[in-house]
């Protein structure tokens, strides 16, 4: 039996809105790493970010298409703010996912709506449609989506369309600065691949520095 997405048992935080997945997030307190071995704590760290970070993705997909060992150095000597470790970038590539951008520019829901709706051919990519969630954009591209396709916006065709706030949402509304969206037109354009800045990374996540680096060093080894 496939065990459900928004469990409050296991308490795996995904990519949602959805009002048990974010009174998970809320409750959510980091893995115990006491008395671990170095390998378990890898383990762990690598299965609680994979639950955020690209559920539907196989291990074998993830390490074969959205991991690359060679994270971008950082020059932060000069910072007065600490910088996070690059390793908080492990998760970057799949921040140029199609369904991706579609979630983050908040015209779903969730990941998982936000895959439906590439699927149903709801999304074009530079003025054509594309119907593969896992399509990696390039820097520039914009995407478009059917206005009638987005759960928020209500109405019918040919009249104005009105915007209604999905329950407990309000606080997850916000854009990631790698993106560039106009909710006037449905429209969004993926500028770059997300960075590190000091104090805090670009790409949205539930989890601290720590976690991360602790996954990149499961994969690295791995890969």
Not at 16 to 25: A, D, F, H, R, T
Not at 114 to 140: E, T
Not at 205 to 221: D, F, T, V
Request: contains cysteine.
């Amino acid at each position: 039996m496939k065990k459900p997405i928004y469990s409050l048992t296991r308490k795996l935080p995904r990519m949602s809105w959805n009002k048990y997945n974010l009174y998970n997030i809320a409750q959510k307190e980091m893995p115990n790493l006491n008395n671990k071995t170095l390998f378990q704590q890898k383990w762990l760290a690598k299965r609680e970010l994979r639950a955020y970070h690209g559920d539907e993705l196989t291990e074998k997909q993830f390490k074969s298409k959205f991991f690359n060992p060679k994270l971008p150095t950082v020059n932060a000597a000069s910072q007065t703010v600490p910088h996070p470790p690059v390793s908080v970038l492990t998760f970057a590539d799949l921040e140029r996912r199609l369904d991706f951008v579609v979630f983050r520019s908040n015209f779903c829901p969730s990941i998982y709506a936000a895959r439906q709706l590439v699927v149903h051919g709801k999304v074009k990519v530079n003025g054509k449609k594309l119907n593969y969630p896992s399509h990696k954009l390039r820097d520039g591209d914009k995407i478009s989506v059917d206005p009638h396709c987005i759960p928020m916006l209500n109405g019918e065709k040919g009249t104005e369309l009105n915007f209604t706030l999905k329950p407990y949402s309000q606080p997850f509304l916000f854009v990631p600065e790698y993106l560039e969206v106009n909710y006037n037109t449905c429209e969004a354009v993926f500028l770059r691949s997300p960075v590190s800045r000091p104090g805090r990374s670009e790409i949205p996540s539930p989890y601290p520095p720590a976690i991360h680096s602790l996954a990149y060093e499961y994969y690295a080894r791995n890969k």
